[in-house]
């Protein structure tokens, strides 16, 4: 079987076309943009999630430490006994989302696209 | 008092009633097959098309595709159904693909598309419209595009192995050319110069 030119043209550009699709529709999501922290329900701070920093934020029980960089976020530590807000680790992606009930902080990460809608434990 | 017509068929009419009947029995025996993506198929039948395409002309082609695309559906039961939406509006429009194929190919034989090609235009076209149908139509929902690179990579894999299909078959029913040169698409004036070819 010959191909000719034209043959050729359009097989490429049927591959072409196929994995621009998927570059297009099925990238990676992007990483969040933003971060909110929510003191007793309510929004106490918005900071950029690409200015490096460690803030302290004073909760229902006591003092959480919040570490940001490189667009990340995580609880350095709570006054709670279970930790289960340290033991998230980082967050990044839009939608995420680490909390520390005892201490009633919880930290929300947008921008980006949202991975999940919510999150049952 | 009516006067009653009748249709005397000619041998083209009869001949298109042929491959419509393969096409169709293709047609039926896919959509019996099970497919892991809603559709996904393989659309052997366009084959059937695109070698009367060679043979015939676009006009013989059109009307066995329409035919395959109507008698199908009423065979199978989703005539009218948004099933039928989707592989009436995808044979529409790939058959104006097939025009086109057919115009470019008269305008630069020198680098005319085989059937390969043009079973690779085709098979997208089917697939871009069917999508888009149910898009506009039936699923407008911004999740259904995560489908679409599927959708199209499975379009372009059929067409591949339809397009190696139909090239190898017209090469073995000695139609041994590279390339569709011509088309024979025969204007309404002479059809009607065929004995038995006008309305009785």
Redesign the interface.
């Known amino acids: 079987m010959t191909l000719t030119r034209s043959d050729t043209v359009v097989v490429a550009l049927g591959f072409l076309l196929v994995s621009s699709l998927y570059w297009g529709f099925w990238r990676a999501d992007e990483s969040a943009a933003e971060l909110v922290i929510f003191v007793n329900g309510e929004k106490a701070y918005i900071l950029d999630l690409f200015e490096d920093k460690k803030i302290t934020v004073k909760g229902s029980v006591g003092d959480s430490l919040i570490e940001i960089k490189n667009g990340q976020a995580r609880f350095i530590s709570s006054p709670c006994n279970t930790s289960f807000c340290v033991r998230s680790g980082w967050q990044m992606h839009g939608g995420d989302f680490a909390a520390c009930l005892p201490n009633s902080v919880s930290l929300h990460l947008s921008g980006g696209t949202k991975v999940y809608d919510a999150i049952n434990f | 008092m009516s006067e009653i017509v009748k249709i005397t068929p000619v041998r083209e009419d009869i001949m298109i009633a042929r491959f419509a009947a393969l096409a169709i029995g293709i047609h039926v025996i896919e959509s019996l097959l099970p497919s892991p993506i809603p559709g996904v198929k393989p659309g052997f039948a366009n084959i059937v098309t695109l070698l009367v395409f060679l043979r015939y002309g676009l006009e013989a082609a059109a009307w066995v595709s329409i035919l395959r695309v109507v008698v199908g559906s009423l065979i199978v039961g989703t005539f009218l159904s948004p099933t039928f939406a989707l592989s009436f509006s995808g044979a529409v429009l790939s058959l104006f693909v097939l025009l086109a194929c057919a115009g ?1 190919n008269r305008r ?1 034989p020198a ?4 059937l ?2 043009i079973a ?2 085709m098979s ?1 076209t089917h697939m871009a419209t069917q999508f888009l149908v149910v898009y506009v139509f039936f699923i407008p929902h911004n999740a259904l ?2 489908l ?2 599927v959708m ?2 499975a379009a ?1 894999i059929f ?2 192995v339809n397009g ?1 299909i139909s ?2 078959v017209s ?1 073995r029913l000695d139609m041994s050319r ?2 569709v040169s011509h088309d024979t698409l025969m204007p309404s004036d002479d059809r009607n110069k065929i004995p038995g070819n006008q309305l009785k």
């Open positions: 470019f630069y680098h005319g598309l085989s390969f090609g690779i235009l997208m595009l995560d679409l690179p199209m990579s372009l067409g591949l190696y090239q190898n090469t590279n390339h």
